[in-house]
T-cell receptor
């Protein structure tokens, strides 16, 4: 299907485990973003990527790793999950830089770390 | 203090009422976005504007760059408008968005 998809949609994991959240978009958008959404905070940027093999830190990057070997995929890895990483994670993409182009959001992944 | 402040945090209205949600920001921006997050969690972009006013159906978004303020209006509100409305700005210094905490709107029939 065309669009932006995330998998899994729900994930429960234990503290200390490595977890990878997948994001895939079919528009060949240059920019991709990972956000987390928590009560009491707006969406916060974790990492973003301007193109394949180009990534940069956002507001809250600690404990996360990203890669972008292909334009259409932007996986987010929690190297050693902590309870504070329990959140809803959204992936987004835009044709160019986020502000002058609309961002398209994936459906979100609800991650619980026990 | 957050760079993007929305008010009110929560809003309950009766069907048919005119609704206004406000967004104030403290930095120079190149664009401001209004987003809608459905009860199921999905987020969609409603407007992207850098000046003036935009209208789409019953939704109207305005921005005053000098006052660093934007408003989202919903005319003839309907229960299906119930959602979280999020304001986000792109600072002139970068390509990333900074988000407000959102306004939870509930429209009762």
């Amino acid at each position: 299907d065309a669009g932006i998809t995330q998998s899994p949609r729900y994930k429960i994991t234990e503290t200390g485990r490595q977890v990878t959240l997948m994001c895939h978009q079919t528009w060949s958008h240059s920019y991709m973003f990972w956000y987390r959404q928590d009560l009491g905070h707006g969406l916060r940027l974790i990492y973003y990527s301007a193109a394949a093999d180009i990534t940069d830190k956002g507001e809250v990057p600690d404990g996360y790793v990203v890669s972008r070997s292909k334009t259409e995929n932007f996986p987010l890895t929690l190297e050693s999950a902590t309870r504070s990483q329990t959140s809803v994670y959204f992936c987004a993409s835009s044709e160019w830089g986020g502000g002058v182009n609309e961002q398209y959001f994936g459906p979100g992944t609800r991650l619980t770390v026990t | 203090k957050n760079e993007v402040e929305q008010s009110p945090q929560n809003l309950t209205a009766q069907e048919g009422e005119f609704i206004t949600i406000n967004c104030s920001y403290s930095v120079g921006i190149s664009a401001l976005h209004w987003l809608q997050q459905h009860p199921g969690g999905g987020i969609v972009s409603l407007f992207m504007l850098s000046s003036g006013k935009k209208k789409h159906g019953r939704l109207i978004a305005t921005i005053n760059i000098q006052e660093k303020h934007s408003s989202l209006h919903i005319t003839a509100s309907h229960p299906r408008d119930s959602a979280v409305y999020i304001c986000a700005v792109e600072e002139t210094s970068g390509s990333r968005l900074t988000f407000g905490e959102g306004t939870q709107l509930t429209v009762n029939p």
